[in-house]
């Protein structure tokens, strides 16, 4: 049997009276904590805005700050007001979530009204929940909570408290904005837009401050800070500080601050207060602008032909000549951003250095100290200053073309590089005007008077200077003869140089032979030329050289004064020599104990010395006596015994000075040793007197062989001296020949100026020749009373019975009287005595040169003497050979069209 399904009774809503008191309860917990979520929320923010606006006012708030209070005073909007809201009205819309809350405060009402609630939504069966009884129990519990206030349940209440916060902040911001609304609104956008680049608001306004600044290194600078036009306030003061340093303060001045800080080697900020206004100054300390490099590009003018250069002008001054144009080139350490020169001004001009105290004049040093210096020969030239702007490329900068006059001038040069610093004051360069100097030249390794023959050759160097180059150089030669003659003197020159314009010193080897340049027998003037670039300037000559250029004749009879000289110098040192061996012989006579005294030691030493400097006189003897042997082989009309003899001497000579008196010098020092003993120093004194002894008898047999020699030679210049005065006689006639047409018949006053002078020129000839002959004359007396040989006695006798001084003393008259037929004559016929007695001296020379070595012919030694030379005269026209070539090839190089008439050049004859 089946059981009936019984239906479920209908839910039993809680009364009406609970349902209102529990909405109202709802209603006035969602109205209290939704005002207090609105309230924190804006309180946040105007908390977090006058935040801002008040740190502002300190210091400048960073935008992360600022980020940070904006994010905390929206997270009261955007966190808080949500989580409030969610906490307090949305798990709070239920009456069961109304009853627990209620509970916290009523706990026995609040547990009765949960299970009234729970108990109107039960579905229980009739049979297990009366409704009669549930509905009893609601209202049970419904006139429970009605008897109650259920607003003592709610939550603590702040929102009295929020809205006072709220309206007292609102207050705030209001005075904020009306008070400083610019303030206000500058902090509202530095709040609501934290990240941006709004400037903070102060009332003290700076103009443009800077925010970088470099420095020099080191030195103490000034930073100066402007009140802006718009500020509200005006401190009347404001600090700095660099760093952790003390702070720097400043007054105000108008509208500036002016502040001075040390100065600084590292970089750092600099803090400044100004008011209510904070600046920071990046300070870069740097080293100023200098200069690296610094030169010139200089353009000298055009007639000197040198291209453009670049001088370095570390020293601050450069010299160019007169006309030049100078552009200055600096190079710095870093870009410029500006340089200036000028304006230039006119430097003092130095022409020649003051003179030493030592060198000052008597009336120099007698003038008062505070009397003026003498006025100046001529006033300065006039200088207009110049000024300008450089150029920059980089780190490099240049100065347009500057025209360099007369005047020397300074040029001022200031910069600054892109930081602001400026280079360093003072800084200025000087441009001395330096004139175009002549030149100079000069002839190096040249005696000043040298007398050689025609073969030989002149070899020096020559030197030409100039401050801009050569323009050319070279020698220069004329001649002039000492007697009448019918040629034309010798006149030419030779250019060795040419356009050299950047050689300022030129040295070139030059070679004057008078054979290879056609020059005869004469005197010759040599001197070197040089020319610089400077228009209109001529030659300038270097001081001359004198050339003798002998006859053969001549030659020999310089060196019979040479060979003179050499002999008189041997001789005396034989004397000095024998005077040393006395002392010597002295010396010796003491026993060895008294030589080891102290006394006889210094007597000793003394004898050393002495013989030493014999020793050192012959061997510069020895040396002359060389070249006179080389000269007399050269000469080759001196005849073969005496160059014999000479040699023999000079054998003589040689070996004293090399090896004889040296002994006697060493045992003379082996004699002083502080080891000898009595019989050691006896023993060397005596062998340097035998040594000694035999120097002294060595000495005279090369004095008389050297006088052998020397009367030989005199024996041959009296043949050479009788052609030479037949040959001026000839010369004499020659030159009155050459004017026949313009002179004879004509009186002696009415003659022609240059005829007058040639006869004046033939007239000196004679006097001179007149007199020459009456000194043969009488050298020929003495040389027989010396010698007794009959034929220089025939010679002397036949010149004394013509008598020749009175027949040339008659031609000098004729000649005054322009008796020129008359005077040639007479010199003629006095030429052909002349020639007539020198064949005759010249007969017997020879006679006596083949008759030492009998019908056999001459000795071994002869031979061998004379094989010896010819050897040596072969190596010597060798010499002259080459030397006469190069002074060939001289003018093979330099002859060039246009460039000067060279004088024609022989040939020279080869070499046997």
């Given amino acids: 049997m089946s059981v009936p399904d019984r239906k479920s009774p209908e839910p039993t809503p809680i009364p009406e009276s609970l349902q209102r008191q529990l909405v109202a309860f709802r209603r006035h917990l969602w109205r209290i904590k939704v005002f207090e979520a609105i309230a924190a929320g804006f309180v946040g923010l105007l908390v977090s805005f006058l935040l801002v606006y008040g740190l502002d006012r300190v210091w400048v708030t960073p935008g992360w700050a600022r980020l940070v209070i904006l994010v905390g005073g929206t997270s009261l909007f955007a966190v808080f007001a949500p989580y409030w809201l969610h906490r307090w009205v949305w798990r709070h819309r239920r009456e069961a979530q109304l009853a627990r809350l209620i509970a916290r405060k009523f706990p026995g009402l609040g547990d009765r009204l949960l299970g009234v609630i729970e108990l109107q939504d039960q579905n229980e069966r009739e049979d297990s929940l009366s409704p009669r009884l549930r509905g009893a129990a609601m209202e049970t519990v419904a006139a429970e909570a009605g008897r109650r206030s259920l607003d003592e349940a709610l939550p603590p209440r702040r929102h009295w408290r929020w809205g006072l916060a709220l309206m007292l902040l609102t207050g705030g911001t209001a005075a904020v904005l009306t008070l400083t609304p610019r303030a206000g609104v500058n902090a509202f956008k530095r709040w609501l837009m934290p990240l941006s680049n709004t400037e903070r608001y102060t009332f003290t306004r700076l103009a443009n401050p800077p925010t970088e600044l470099a420095v020099p290194y080191g030195e103490a600078f000034d930073v100066i800070l402007t009140l802006s036009s718009d500020t509200e306030q005006k401190p009347a003061s404001a600090s700095g500080r660099f760093g952790q340093q003390p702070p720097v303060g400043a007054k105000l001045e108008g509208t500036d601050y002016r502040f001075s800080f040390p100065g600084q080697q590292d970089p750092g900020v600099i803090a400044f207060r100004v008011g209510d206004a904070v600046h920071s100054l990046r300070v870069e300390p740097l080293q100023r602008p200098f200069v690296q490099e610094v030169g010139a590009v200089l353009t000298p003018p055009a007639y000197l032909k040198i291209p453009e250069q670049t001088v370095d002008l570390s020293n601050g001054v450069l010299n160019a000549v007169e006309g030049s144009k100078v552009q200055i080139r600096l190079v710095t350490n870093r870009e410029l951003a500006e340089a200036t020169y000028g304006p230039t001004k006119a430097a003092r001009m130095e022409t020649v250095a003051a003179p030493d105290a030592s060198e000052k004049s008597s009336d120099e040093k007698d003038k008062p100290a505070d009397a003026p210096d003498p006025a100046p020969d001529k006033p300065a030239p006039a200088y207009e200053p110049l000024s300008g702007k450089l150029t920059h490329k980089g780190n490099e900068s240049r100065t347009p073309e500057l025209e360099v006059g007369k005047v020397p001038f300074e040029i001022p040069i200031a910069w600054r590089d892109r930081h602001g610093l400026s280079g360093e004051s003072g800084y200025r360069l000087r441009v001395d005007a330096v004139e175009d100097a002549a030149p100079a030249c000069y002839m190096q390794g040249v005696e000043r008077q040298k007398a050689i023959l025609p073969e030989e050759t002149v070899e020096f160097e020559m030197l030409a200077e100039d401050d801009f180059g050569i323009k050319v150089a070279g020698i220069e030669w004329s001649g002039e003869f000492n007697k009448p003659s019918s040629d034309a003197p010798a006149k030419g020159e030779l250019k060795l140089v040419e356009d050299m314009p950047q050689q300022p010193r030129v040295g070139r080897p030059a070679a004057f032979s008078p054979k290879a ?60 020599e024998e ?78 000075g090399r090896q004889d008196m040296p002994k006697v010098q060493e045992q003379m020092n082996q004699a002083q040793e502080q080891s000898n003993t009595p019989e050691k120093t006896d023993k060397d004194v005596e062998g340097a007197k035998k040594e000694q002894e035999k120097v002294v008898e060595k000495m005279k047999e090369a004095v008389e062989k050297a006088n052998d020699a020397n009367r030989r030679m005199e024996a041959g210049t009296f043949v050479n001296r009788l052609k030479k005065a037949a040959g001026e006689e000839e010369a004499i006639a020659g030159s009155l020949i050459q004017s026949f047409e313009k002179l004879l018949g004509v009186k002696a006053a009415e003659v022609d100026p240059k005829e007058r002078r040639g006869l004046a020129e033939a007239d000196k000839q004679q006097a001179e020749t007149a007199s020459d002959v009456r000194w043969i004359q009488e050298d020929l007396g003495h040389y027989y009373a010396r010698t007794e040989k009959q034929p220089f006695k025939e010679v002397f006798e036949a010149m004394r019975e013509s008598k020749i001084d009175v027949g040339m003393e008659e031609v000098r008259g004729q000649l005054k009287d322009n008796h020129s037929y008359l005077a040639t004559e007479n010199t003629k016929n006095w030429s052909a005595k002349l020639t007539e007695w020198a064949k005759k001296l010249e007969g017997e020379m020879n006679k006596d040169q083949q008759g030492g070595g009998g019908d056999g012919g001459g000795s071994p030694e002869d031979e061998d003497f004379e094989f010896m030379l010819r050897v040596m005269k072969m190596v010597q026209q060798q010499q002259d050979l080459r030397a006469q070539t190069r002074a060939l090839e001289q003018l093979r190089r330099k002859a060039a069209p246009g460039g000067g008439n060279p004088p024609a050049a022989p040939q020279p004859a080869p070499a046997p």
């Fill in 579 to 656: 005077t040393q061996l006395d002392e010597t012989k002295r010396l010796d006579d003491l026993a060895g104990e008294d030589l080891q005294k102290e006394e006889n030691l210094k007597r000793l030493e003394t004898q050393e010395q002495a013989e030493a400097e014999n020793t050192r006189r012959m061997q510069d003897l020895t040396q002359r006596m060389q070249d006179l042997m080389k000269d007399a082989t050269r000469n080759g009309d001196i005849d073969k015994k005496t160059m014999q003899k000479m040699a023999e001497s000079l054998k003589s000579m040689q070996e004293l």
């Fill in 517 to 576: 340049f056609g020059v005869e027998p004469q005197k010759i003037t040599l001197r070197v030329f040089a020319e610089d670039y400077f228009p209109g300037r001529g030659r300038v000559y270097s001081e001359p050289v004198t050339l003798f250029v002998l006859t053969r004749d001549e030659h020999a009879q310089l060196l019979k004064s040479q060979f003179d000289r050499a002999i008189a110098e041997l001789e005396d040192l034989a004397r000095r």
